[in-house]
């Protein structure tokens, strides 16, 4: 409890034999809901215009050492039942689109423990063929080589409703089973 005392504020010391109850810390529940690998990887955000997809995948690392990313992330679309779909992934934008940026060379980041890195990814919902529409409900990345695959997390406007399984995300590849992929940036 916080008291205002003649313009002052003051926290009062608690009687003899009462616990105080310690500040919650942000970070201990932001570090209780880390996972493993020490990072953690969502998306909140696909553009869409004309078919065309662009989807922002951001990486943070909540752990407590550093992660060095040089290169693109792998890629896992997963159908309803998690099996991988059979999409061809790209590295840059693989003749999608041009998109400023997207094909920009990657560099070498070390993410330290706070920070966070951004990648995406870009796809259209065409319908080129009578193949079926391939749809990804699930989508999981290994950050760099070697590194565990991992789920991605809609946050914010991703995610769409409450019955939403927590890592759901709707990918509609249309028939051309396509993904280009932008390396980690900041």
């Given at each position: ?84 779909l059979d999409v061809r ?24 423990p706070g920070e966070r ?70």
């Amino acid at each position: 409890m916080t008291v205002l005392i003649a313009g002052c504020l003051a926290t009062p010391t608690p009687p003899v034999g009462e616990a105080s109850t310690p500040p919650s810390n942000p970070t201990t529940t932001a570090a209780a809901d880390c996972p493993e690998t020490g990072v953690r990887l969502t998306t909140d955000l696909v553009e869409v215009a004309m078919g065309l997809r662009l989807m922002h995948v951001e990486l943070v690392n909540c752990g407590d050492r550093p992660h060095t990313l040089n290169g693109y992330p792998g890629v896992r679309v997963l159908d309803e039942q998690r099996r991988a779909l059979d999409v061809r992934v790209e590295r840059g934008s693989a003749d999608i689109a041009t998109v400023e940026g997207f094909d920009t060379p990657p560099e070498a980041i070390t993410v330290r423990p706070g920070e966070r890195a951004e990648a995406q990814l870009m796809w259209r919902n065409t319908h080129a063929s009578t193949n079926a529409a391939q749809v990804g409900k699930y989508l999981k990345i290994a950050p760099a080589p070697g590194r565990p695959w991992q789920p991605v997390i809609p946050v914010g406007r991703e995610r769409n409703s409450p019955d939403q399984e927590r890592d759901e995300i709707t990918i509609n590849l249309g028939s051309a089973g396509e993904l280009g992929v932008r390396a980690w940036y900041r």
